[in-house]
Each structure stands twice: as C-alpha cells, then as structure tokens.
C-alpha cells in the first residue's frame, strides 16, 4: 500500500489572456513539390535478394509475396493517424548491408523511410506513399562499454529497455528515458532528439551522444563514432544527424556517454489545488532538492482522471485528491540513501504545511514496486488519451507561466466553435516535462477530421509563436509539422537547412516529405 498524506485546498484563480498576432498566419503558408521518386519494383525486389537474407525481406511483391497485412505494423503510425502504402520493408543485419540498399535507392531514385520502434508521434516514421522501409530492428549488438568512462557504443537498432538492462549489472543507466522505452531504439531517440522524462538532470542528446556512425544517403559510411569525451577538430558533424529525423542518412552506430546508476531513488505524486502553486512548489523543489533532483512532472486534473480511468496507475484516494486541480511528480536520483530521503522529507514538510497552502495531499513510494506505479501513471497518459480517443498532440516549449492559459485558450476555442462534444472533441488534456518548459498539449477526438484540424492549426501554432515558443520542444517536425517549421525557425534558417539537405541528399531519397517544408 502506498502511504498518503492529506492536506488542504486553495482555490483556483481565473486565467489571462491576450489574443495572438494574425501576421502569424501567413506563417502557415505551403505548397507541394514533387520528388520524382521511383516505386520499389520486382526488379529492385530481385537486387535486394541478391545480398539479403530472406528473412531481411518482406515485399508484397513478386516473388515474395509478403500477406500485406505483415506490413500493416511498419505501414501504420502509434497513433492509427499516418499511414503509408510501402510494399517493401528491409532490416538489414549489418551497416555494409544498410550502406548498400541506400546506395542502390539513391542510384534508383527510391525514397526511404528508416524505421526504429515506430513510436514516433509526428508522422515521421511510416511512408507518406511507398516509400521503401528501412527497420533498423535487426542491426541490434551492443558493440562495447567501458565501465571506467562510462561509454556505450551500441547498434541503432537496439531497444532503448535493452541497452537499460545491458548497464544495470555494469552500475550504469541510460541518459534518457520515455515511456517508450519498451519498443523505441537509440537509433531513433538520436534521430528525434527525444528528450523524455529525465532531461532535466541528464540534459540533452546533443550533449551525451559523443560520437555516431551514419550511411549517408549515397551509401558513404561516415564514421563519426567517437568515445572522446573531448574532440575539438573543427564542426560537429554528428549534431547535424541528432534531430534529423533520418532526413540526413542512416543512424547506424551510436556512442553515448552513461551516467553511473544513482545510489537512491525516491518518487512522490503531489495534488495541488490549483495552478497559482505549481510555479511557487517548483521553486522550493529547485532550491531544496539541488543537485539530487531528477524529474519535475507535470498533469493537470484531466490528464491524471484519465491515467487512472484506463488503468494506468493509482496513487491518491479520491478523497484526498478532492478539489486538485493539478499533479506533480517529483523525482530524487542521488548518492546518499540518508542524506535524500532527509531533504526530501524536511521539502514534503515545508510544502504540505497549511499555511503555505502549496499541496493539498501527496504520496511518497515506499518501495520500488510503488516507485513504479507513481511512475506508471504520468508515463501511461499517452496510451490513456489514445484510448479515449483520437489524438491531436502538440508538443510545445512555453514559458511555464502560460501552461494553464494554452489550454484554456485552446479549450474556449474548441468550445467556441461548438466542437467540445463527445462525438467531436472528448477531451483536452495536457501533461509534460515542467522542469524543461515543455507541455504536451493533446486533444482526444471521436475522429480525426478536417474540422477538428482546421479549429487546432494554426490556432495552437500562433499562440506558440506569440509565446515565442517552440511548435516541437521534442518529439520532432516529421510530416505533421512540416507546415509550422516556420513558427519557430526564421526564414534565413530554413534556407540554410534546405541547402544542408541538398548536399548531403541531393536526390532527396531520405525520409521525403518530412521536417522540411513542401
Ligand atoms: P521511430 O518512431 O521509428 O522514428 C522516428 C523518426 O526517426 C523518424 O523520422 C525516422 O525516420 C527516424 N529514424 C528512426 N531510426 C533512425 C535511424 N536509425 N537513422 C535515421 N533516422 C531514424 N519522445 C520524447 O522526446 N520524449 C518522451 O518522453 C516521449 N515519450 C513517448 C511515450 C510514448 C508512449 C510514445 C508512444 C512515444 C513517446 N515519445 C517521446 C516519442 C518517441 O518515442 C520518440 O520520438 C522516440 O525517440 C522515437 O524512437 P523510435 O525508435 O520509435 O523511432
Ligand atoms: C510524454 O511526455 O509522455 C511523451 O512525450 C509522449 C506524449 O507526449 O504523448
Ligand atoms: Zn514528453
């Protein structure tokens, strides 16, 4: 059982809002370019055939044959919103096999789609017509570690869970953790840049990814897979593939720096009354917590209802989470069992005291079981919005004193448009990464349809902008936002991107039709 401790409510106050630049809109503009790319033919089936294993082959076509509904999976994204029409997927067991597909691809103008776990919530990582699918499944061998310096070098293909327990014996974890980790790849967290739950400690890919090896879209190996720490020969190449999202080339090999697997962790969930608190509670944690804290979490009350609907976890009684408006997850991650759950008790006094009406209840994990279960319901919040429904995501970077005012806003918005329904839009919900100023703002629908749509985008886009946010704070442009690149990137960038894309993908084979505008 967890042990849980009650508190007192405040109550909430009314949001501010002021109404959004429609100069943004001509932000919105796009227009479509064709990319004279081939289908995957019965010859090029043949090619493939020649240096693959069959079991590295699955083609609809003549004469594999493949039931289509084997490529259903890699076809379709995790959402059920982006599907492609590929009637080819390889999974090539080794770099030189993947350096060799994509050499031939570029010769034969054939677009193609790397594939890692298939998480991807941009639209990224299926086909936007029948392109070939590269699965990066089966190139999956941790290739070394040094337990002294702490470095991994894996295939991209490994699960994000896998290379986790691979260090667990060896006292290390991995930088970066979602609530995908089950099924998504290295490769495909270098190529998002994802950011996830412990950015806040751990930092950015841009900064523990120390080195990687890359097919470049004409079939080169770049050998870039570096175990230095330090390396100042000139540019950065490999930060140009971190957020590329495979519009680059091909991740193969990844070398990433491991932090040392903290002697004590400690979770807790806290209610809060209202948002007029979070902010103030996020202090006091910063300033108290220093250098042990590792998560600071977010969920308003309808993102938290629904975890707890679709048993994805529980933590507080219903009476004790009356009137709460709002949850936090905090996170401890340190080197002193003692010394933590000290200052981690002396934070919870001081912040459930009454008179500073911060929290209205919290429990703390009294065992790793209960840990997992605190944990289980901020991470199960994605997969309970997909059950209630159809999900628009917007994954934004805001200042933090505007997390409630988005929703709110989107919300009058919907409800002004008499689309807050339950055979339109069910639910808007948001939860998110507090600590690094990122909310996923999500809208679950009985349908995706251009109404909908057309009532969220811009609208979400130009309040980011006005905010002079970030239209994608983590999970990517992919295809879903090619059209908003230009909310957050000035023209002058864009440019200089579209050149960086045209040298290194002169054909522009890989991944078309994503991040970049069309
Ligand atoms: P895929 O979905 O297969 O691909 C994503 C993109 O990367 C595509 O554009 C693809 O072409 C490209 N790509 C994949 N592998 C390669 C490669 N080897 N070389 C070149 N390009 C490649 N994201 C976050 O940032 N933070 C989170 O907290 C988070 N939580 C999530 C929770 C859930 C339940 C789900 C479903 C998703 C979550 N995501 C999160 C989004 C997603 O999991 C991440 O973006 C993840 O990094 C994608 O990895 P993947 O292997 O599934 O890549
Ligand atoms: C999360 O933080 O849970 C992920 O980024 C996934 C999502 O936004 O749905
Ligand atoms: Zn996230």
């Given at each position: 059982m967890l042990s849980a401790v009650a508190r007192r409510r405040v109550l909430a106050r009314a949001p501010v809002w002021r109404a959004s630049s429609s100069l943004l809109r001509q932000r919105w503009a796009s227009t479509t370019v064709s990319l004279n790319l081939n289908s995957v033919t019965e010859a090029d089936l043949a090619h493939f055939s020649s240096f693959l294993a069959p079991s590295s082959i699955l083609s609809t076509l003549s004469p594999s044959n493949t039931p289509a509904d084997e490529l259903t999976a890699f076809n379709n994204d995790w959402m059920g919103k982006y599907k492609g029409k590929s009637t080819m997927v390889l999974k090539p067991r080794t770099t030189e096999e993947v350096s060799r597909i994509v050499k031939y691809c570029n010769e034969k103008r054939i677009g193609i789609v790397p594939q890692g776990g298939n998480t991807g919530l941009v639209g990224g990582s299926v086909p936007v017509r029948d392109e070939l699918i590269l699965s990066l499944s089966n190139l999956n061998k941790i290739r070394s570690f040094d337990p002294v310096s702490g470095i991994l070098v894996a295939d991209a293909g490994c699960i994000l869970q896998s290379l986790v327990d691979y260090l667990a014996p060896h006292n290390h974890i991995m930088p970066i953790d979602l609530g995908a980790k089950g099924s998504c790849h290295i490769g495909g967290n270098v190529s998002t840049n994802a950011g996830g739950l412990r950015l806040l400690r751990y930092g950015s890919l841009h900064g523990a990814v120390l080195g990687l090896e890359v097919v470049m879209p004409d079939g080169t190996i770049l050998n870039?897979?570096?175990?230095?720490?330090?390396?100042?020969?000139?540019?950065?190449?490999?930060q140009l593939f971190i957020g590329a999202e495979g519009t680059l080339g091909v991740v193969t090999g990844v070398s990433i720096l491991t932090p040392v697997m903290p002697a004590a962790t400690n979770a807790v969930v806290l209610a809060l009354p209202s948002f007029d608190q979070v902010i103030p509670l996020y202090k006091i944690v910063k300033r108290d917590m220093g250098e042990i804290l590792s998560a600071f979490e977010y969920m308003d009350r309808n993102a938290y209802t629904l975890s707890v609907k679709h048993g994805q976890g529980k933590a507080l009684s219903e009476e004790e989470t009356e009137g709460a408006q709002y949850f936090v997850l905090i996170e401890t991650s340190g080197g002193n069992k003692e010394h933590d759950e000290e200052k981690l008790s002396n934070l919870l006094e001081k912040v459930m005291d009454p008179d500073t009406g911060l929290v209205t209840s919290g429990v703390l994990a009294q065992s790793p079981t209960q840990f997992e279960s605190l944990w289980a319901i901020r991470e199960g919040i994605p997969e309970a919005v997909g059950k209630a429904g159809k999900a628009y995501k917007y994954d934004v970077s805001i200042p933090v004193s505007k997390f409630k005012e988005i929703v709110d806003k989107t919300r009058e918005h919907l409800q002004s448009k008499g689309l807050l329904r339950e055979d339109a839009v069910k639910e808007v919900v948001s939860y998110g990464h507090f600590g690094d100023g990122n909310i996923h703002l999500n809208i679950a629908a009985a349908a995706y349809t251009p109404e909908i749509t057309a009532a969220l985008e811009p609208f979400v886009f130009e309040l980011v902008a006005s905010y002079n946010g970030s239209v994608s704070a983590e999970h990517g442009i992919g295809y879903a936002k090619t059209s908003a690149l230009g909310y957050s990137k000035d023209q002058t960038s864009i440019e200089l991107m579209k050149k960086i894309k045209k040298l290194f993908d002169p054909n522009g084979i890989m991944n078309p039709w994503k991040v970049l505008p069309h």
């Amino acid at each position: 059982m967890l042990s849980a401790v009650a508190r007192r409510r405040v109550l909430a106050r009314a949001p501010v809002w002021r109404a959004s630049s429609s100069l943004l809109r001509q932000r919105w503009a796009s227009t479509t370019v064709s990319l004279n790319l081939n289908s995957v033919t019965e010859a090029d089936l043949a090619h493939f055939s020649s240096f693959l294993a069959p079991s590295s082959i699955l083609s609809t076509l003549s004469p594999s044959n493949t039931p289509a509904d084997e490529l259903t999976a890699f076809n379709n994204d995790w959402m059920g919103k982006y599907k492609g029409k590929s009637t080819m997927v390889l999974k090539p067991r080794t770099t030189e096999e993947v350096s060799r597909i994509v050499k031939y691809c570029n010769e034969k103008r054939i677009g193609i789609v790397p594939q890692g776990g298939n998480t991807g919530l941009v639209g990224g990582s299926v086909p936007v017509r029948d392109e070939l699918i590269l699965s990066l499944s089966n190139l999956n061998k941790i290739r070394s570690f040094d337990p002294v310096s702490g470095i991994l070098v894996a295939d991209a293909g490994c699960i994000l869970q896998s290379l986790v327990d691979y260090l667990a014996p060896h006292n290390h974890i991995m930088p970066i953790d979602l609530g995908a980790k089950g099924s998504c790849h290295i490769g495909g967290n270098v190529s998002t840049n994802a950011g996830g739950l412990r950015l806040l400690r751990y930092g950015s890919l841009h900064g523990a990814v120390l080195g990687l090896e890359v097919v470049m879209p004409d079939g080169t190996i770049l050998n870039q897979l570096s175990t230095l720490r330090k390396d100042n020969t000139g540019y950065d190449l490999k930060q140009l593939f971190i957020g590329a999202e495979g519009t680059l080339g091909v991740v193969t090999g990844v070398s990433i720096l491991t932090p040392v697997m903290p002697a004590a962790t400690n979770a807790v969930v806290l209610a809060l009354p209202s948002f007029d608190q979070v902010i103030p509670l996020y202090k006091i944690v910063k300033r108290d917590m220093g250098e042990i804290l590792s998560a600071f979490e977010y969920m308003d009350r309808n993102a938290y209802t629904l975890s707890v609907k679709h048993g994805q976890g529980k933590a507080l009684s219903e009476e004790e989470t009356e009137g709460a408006q709002y949850f936090v997850l905090i996170e401890t991650s340190g080197g002193n069992k003692e010394h933590d759950e000290e200052k981690l008790s002396n934070l919870l006094e001081k912040v459930m005291d009454p008179d500073t009406g911060l929290v209205t209840s919290g429990v703390l994990a009294q065992s790793p079981t209960q840990f997992e279960s605190l944990w289980a319901i901020r991470e199960g919040i994605p997969e309970a919005v997909g059950k209630a429904g159809k999900a628009y995501k917007y994954d934004v970077s805001i200042p933090v004193s505007k997390f409630k005012e988005i929703v709110d806003k989107t919300r009058e918005h919907l409800q002004s448009k008499g689309l807050l329904r339950e055979d339109a839009v069910k639910e808007v919900v948001s939860y998110g990464h507090f600590g690094d100023g990122n909310i996923h703002l999500n809208i679950a629908a009985a349908a995706y349809t251009p109404e909908i749509t057309a009532a969220l985008e811009p609208f979400v886009f130009e309040l980011v902008a006005s905010y002079n946010g970030s239209v994608s704070a983590e999970h990517g442009i992919g295809y879903a936002k090619t059209s908003a690149l230009g909310y957050s990137k000035d023209q002058t960038s864009i440019e200089l991107m579209k050149k960086i894309k045209k040298l290194f993908d002169p054909n522009g084979i890989m991944n078309p039709w994503k991040v970049l505008p069309h």
